[in-house]
């Protein structure tokens, strides 16, 4: 069995109001949890994560 996070990621439904989507839902699944995985303990340190991180996320 070999899938990528964001594969498994893809089937979940996304609760959110159409018109407040900045990021699809499968992305910032993605992003959260590379994020703990390296360390983040909260909201602000996954968003600076995510900052630090963007162009090796943006690989996937």
């Not at 989507?21 to 995510?50: H, M, N, R």
Request: charge should be negative.
């Amino acid at each position: 069995m070999s899938a990528s996070m964001i594969e498994h990621f893809a089937s979940l439904e996304d609760p959110r109001i159409e018109r407040n989507k900045l990021y699809p839902l499968k992305e910032i699944l993605l992003l959260t949890v590379c994020g703990v995985l390296s360390g983040a303990d909260g909201w602000e340190a996954i968003e600076q994560f995510g900052e630090a991180k963007l162009e090796w996320l943006r690989r996937f």
